[in-house]
Each structure stands twice: as structure tokens, then as C-alpha cells.
Nanobody, 114 residues
Framework: QVQLVESGGGLVQAGGSRRLSCAAS????????MGWYRQAPGKQRDLVAT??????YYADSVKGRFTISRDNTKNTVYLQMNSLKPEDTAVYYC?????????WGQGTQVTVSS
């Protein structure tokens, strides 16, 4: 069993930056894909970004503004968010996937004020 704990959320002004961290209780080396999702009030949970090996994927809405990275030595995944917009306001969730199971974090709130 692996626990994922997100941190770094909070209130930020539009145009600002924030870095989210997702710390795993165990090794993330075995997880093929790590990702970030977000869920705004009244909306479904949407994919934001994933990282598989050295390959990254971004939703069109965040491409060029967000950067996902992982540090296997620290068992941590990051999401650097720049040029934040009010529409980026959501609870951000970390996700870890491997062939036989997957895990979710509890989420961290990011609120972008205009």
C-alpha cells in the first residue's frame, strides 16, 4: 500500500506561480506513470499532466504553463504551475499508476484570484 500526500496548494493571484508536491510513502520507482488531475466544483475530475519515464503529457489548457517532473530518489512528483488563471482553481490530485494497481492522494486546493 502506498500513500500519496499532496502539498503546496493555497491562494494565489492570477499570473502567479505555485509548485505542488506529491510525496509517496514508498518507492515510486515501480509506478510507470505519475500524474496530476484536478477537479473544480461541480465538474468532473480532469487530467492535467502525466509523466512516464521521460515522456510528459499535458492537457491543452495547461500546456506551456505547467511542468510535471518526478524525483524517484525523493519519491516525489511535482507540478510547477506558472501564469495561473482563475480557471485553474480546483482541487489537485496526485495519481500513481502501475499495471496491477493505482493510488490517489487526498488532494490539495488551489485557488486563483482575479
Amino acid at each position: 500500500q502506498v500513500q500519496l500526500v499532496e502539498s503546496g496548494g493555497g491562494l494565489v493571484q492570477a499570473g502567479g506561480s505555485r509548485r505542488l508536491s506529491c510525496a509517496a510513502s514508498g518507492s515510486i520507482f515501480s509506478f510507470n506513470t505519475m500524474g496530476w488531475y484536478r477537479q473544480a466544483p461541480g465538474k468532473q475530475r480532469d487530467l492535467v499532466a502525466t509523466i512516464t519515464g521521460a515522456t510528459t503529457y499535458y492537457a491543452d489548457s495547461v500546456k506551456g504553463r505547467f511542468t510535471i517532473s518526478r524525483d524517484n530518489t525523493k519519491n516525489t512528483v511535482y507540478l510547477q504551475m506558472n501564469s495561473l488563471k482563475p480557471e485553474d482553481t480546483a482541487v489537485y490530485y496526485c495519481h500513481a499508476f502501475r499495471a496491477w494497481d493505482d493510488y490517489w492522494g487526498q488532494g490539495t486546493q488551489v485557488t486563483v484570484s482575479s
